[in-house]
């Protein structure tokens, strides 16, 4: 019973150092104090949820990509997502929309290997060599990106939240995965030292 309630402890210490390093991280909300980069990073994301109803999370990302562009922010969009299999690929349907937003299609370069967040900031740098990117993505999300970035040699990445108007329980179902999700990167970094796949 005691060895139980010391991992107890333990785990929730540890949950609660992940939260405090990654949290510690900032965000940029305000697109008119952000300087000019080269490549904006938009992590991917399905256009639909399971019951086919429009992803908020989605739109709210090509929204915030689109306007780093048309605000000067920067040249280039790097869209990095998942094309795992025939039917679904979301590099190709996030450049679909980009472009409808007035985005010039030779300004979208696709990464059709972003599997998942720690693949897309790794293959950002050492396969299409962006060293500065805007990562765009909601907050909680680009709290993890950028320490992704930070532990995978990108120094001097920022992030620019891409607002989407969800409801209140939806928003903290999602953040409380994120949480989760920030404890995994901390163990793919820290101990499982994992390198994105198909990275050269």
């Known amino acids: 019973m005691k060895i139980i309630k010391i991992c ?20 940029y909300k305000d697109i008119s104090l952000i300087s000019p980069r080269e490549t904006a990073l938009l992590l991917g994301t399905g256009k639909f949820l399971r019951n086919n109803k429009p992803n908020k999370y989605y739109w709210g990302r ?8 048309k605000e000067g922010k920067v040249k280039k969009i790097l869209v990095s997502g998942d094309n795992s299999s025939v039917d679904y690929n979301e590099p190709e349907q996030m450049k679909r929309d980009l472009i409808s937003k007035g985005i010039p299609a030779e300004d979208i370069i696709l990464d059709y290997a972003g599997l998942r967040t720690l693949d897309s900031i790794r293959r950002a ?6 060293n ?3 990562i765009v993505t909601q907050y909680y999300h680009a709290k993890r990106a950028l320490y992704l970035c930070d532990k995978s040699g990108i120094t ?5 939240e ?6 209140f329980f939806y928003k903290l179902r999602n953040n409380t995965r994120e949480i989760l999700a920030w404890v995994k990167a901390w163990i793919d ?7 994105a796949k198909f990275e050269n």
């Open 125 to 130: 740098k050492n396969v299409f060599g962006v």
């Open 62 to 69: 090509i929204d915030a990509a689109t306007n780093l562009y």
């Open 8 to 27: 107890t402890l333990f785990i929730i210490f540890f949950i609660l150092y992940v939260i405090y390093i990654i949290s510690s991280y900032g965000v």
């Open 156 to 160: 001097n990445a920022i992030a620019f």
């Open 189 to 195: 970094i820290n101990i499982l030292k994992k390198k």
């Open 162 to 167: 891409a607002v989407a108007d969800v409801p």
């Open 132 to 134: 500065s990117p805007i």
